[in-house]
T-cell receptor, first 112, second 114 residues
Framework: KQEVTQIPAALSVPEGENLVLNCSFT??????LQWFRQDPGKGLTSLLL?????REQTSGRLNASLDKSSGRSTLYIAASQPGDSATYLC???????????FGPGTRLSVLP | DTGVSQNPRHKITKRGQNVTFRCDPI?????LYWYRQTLGQGPEFLTY????????KSRLLSDRFSAERPKGSFSTLEIQRTEQGDSAMYLC????????????FGPGTRLTVT
């Protein structure tokens, strides 16, 4: 059974810092890995999708990497801003085009 | 493209009542997913459809839960004889092969069972 963990569970940083969020999964036989952002009481917003054949994806200040063999992904946020404060979730696609297994999320607070 | 929409956004019901939620996916997406999320946890998969066919159901989906997607467009999730443990956020997502099955989520329906 695929299990996804995220470390740390919560993180508080001053504005302007670069930071790394970690995601680990137990079964390396995944298809895609997707990072999401969730604001309190809201739905999920897709940030980046890394296909199984890729090692990283970039969008603006965000960079996500994937190492399937070690069961790890990282989300790098450059020059953090207060508006980045949210919960960040990673999800692995167990079977192509089917369901995702989510981690519990990292709650990020960026202080002005 | 107006994104994934869900209705209602909030539902308060008494234990034992039946409730139904609706999800309208992005129009060209052929896959639709339902998840449940409790406070402080990531979403848990419930079921998914490819067009009108329900292809997979989680063990979390007890016989009190039923989902439909008539004509492969919108979907409904019904919970019969609600229990307090059903209180959660119910999230819907859609995807398509053309976008590598990247999932796009709706705003969710928050259910409170009193």
């Amino acid at each position: 059974k695929q299990e996804v963990t995220q470390i740390p569970a919560a993180l508080s940083v001053p504005e302007g810092e670069n930071l790394v969020l970690n995601c680990s999964f137990t079964d390396s036989a995944i298809y895609n890995l997707q990072w999401f952002r969730q604001d309190p009481g809201k739905g999920l917003t897709s940030l980046l999708l890394i296909q199984s054949s890729q090692r990283e994806q970039t969008s603006g200040r965000l960079n996500a990497s994937l190492d399937k063999s070690s069961g790890r992904s990282t989300l790098y946020i450059a020059a953090s801003q207060p508006g980045d404060s949210a919960t960040y979730l990673c999800a692995v696609e167990v079977n192509y085009g089917q369901n995702f297994v989510f981690g519990p999320g990292t709650r990020l607070s960026v202080l002005p | 493209d107006t994104g994934v929409s869900q209705n209602p956004r909030h539902k308060i019901t008494k234990r034992g009542q039946n409730v139904t939620f609706r999800c309208d996916p992005i129009s060209e997406h052929n896959r639709l997913y339902w998840y449940r999320q409790t406070l402080g946890q990531g979403p848990e998969f419930l079921t998914y459809f490819q067009n009108e066919a329900q292809l997979e159901k989680s063990r979390l989906l007890s016989d009190r839960f039923s989902a439909e997607r008539p004509k492969g467009s919108f979907s409904t999730l019904e919970i019969q004889r609600t229990e307090q443990g059903d209180s959660a956020m119910y999230l819907c997502a859609s995807s398509s092969v053309g976008a590598s099955y990247e999932q796009y989520f709706g705003p969710g329906t928050r259910l409170t069972v009193t």
